[in-house]
């Protein structure tokens, strides 16, 4: 057994010394391409950071889109995702926006963030039942964004999501041909940087090859 491995590993060192231009040429052009996606994709979203507007100043909406951003096991919401809830919660305060979307994952059955955004609003915030929609297959920005506009027929609306995120939540709903604008929490997740680095690579192949598999239905338009 000693010696079997003893024989792979002088064939493999061997194979490496034989072919390390090769295998050097396609380890740089295997990085070459993925910073020129990554790069890709920054410069296609980027600019989607000019319809984030700040809460003082925006235009009225008569929809607003909160994104769900994760619960705890005790069906709270995250920092995170609290910071939206309470964004959205001013918005509609201040007459920016009358009604809510609160669009999240509720694929398994003891996970439900639409329901924990309706009771932080309802219970926390005080908004009424009539000015929260909620949206329990919104299991990615993507999936939320096409059922906004496929699902409840919403042409224009103004997102609630974090800074780092709304560029691309922005570009998505616009893909989707709604005529979004952005509201921006400061409250991040820890993993936002790395995460908002392949979650645009994959909202870009999914926009121009292959979208993902959402759960659509029966219209349901907001009043």
Do not use: W
Not at 72 to 91: H, I, V
Request: proline share 4%.
């Amino acid at each position: 057994m000693i010696k079997s491995v003893k024989n792979f590993i002088g064939l493999a060192l061997g194979f490496f010394c034989r072919q390390r231009k090769r295998l050097l040429v396609a380890f740089l052009c295997a990085m070459f391409l993925l910073i020129a996606v990554i790069g890709g994709s920054y410069y296609v979203i980027d600019p989607y950071k000019k319809f984030i507007v700040p809460a003082e100043s925006a235009e009225h909406s008569s929809v607003g889109i909160v994104l769900g951003s994760g619960i705890t096991a005790q069906g709270k919401p995250y920092n995170e995702l609290q910071a939206r809830l309470d964004s959205a919660a001013d918005a509609v305060n201040n007459g920016v926006v009358d009604r809510l979307i609160l669009s999240g994952d509720n694929r398994y059955v003891d996970y439900n963030e639409p329901a924990a955004m309706v009771e932080y609003l309802s219970s926390v915030r005080g908004l009424p039942a009539n000015r929260l929609q909620p949206d329990y297959a919104g299991r990615s920005t993507y999936e939320s964004c096409e059922r906004a506009a496929k699902v409840f027929k919403v042409d224009k609306a103004i997102i609630f999501s974090a800074d780092s995120h709304l560029p691309r939540a922005i570009y998505l709903c616009r893909h989707f041909g709604i005529e979004a604008y952005g509201i921006g929490s400061k409250v991040e997740a820890n993993n936002s940087t790395r995460r908002e680095i392949l979650a645009r690579v994959k909202a870009i192949y999914n926009t121009e090859l292959v979208g993902e598999r959402t759960i659509l239905g029966d219209p349901v338009p907001l009043n």
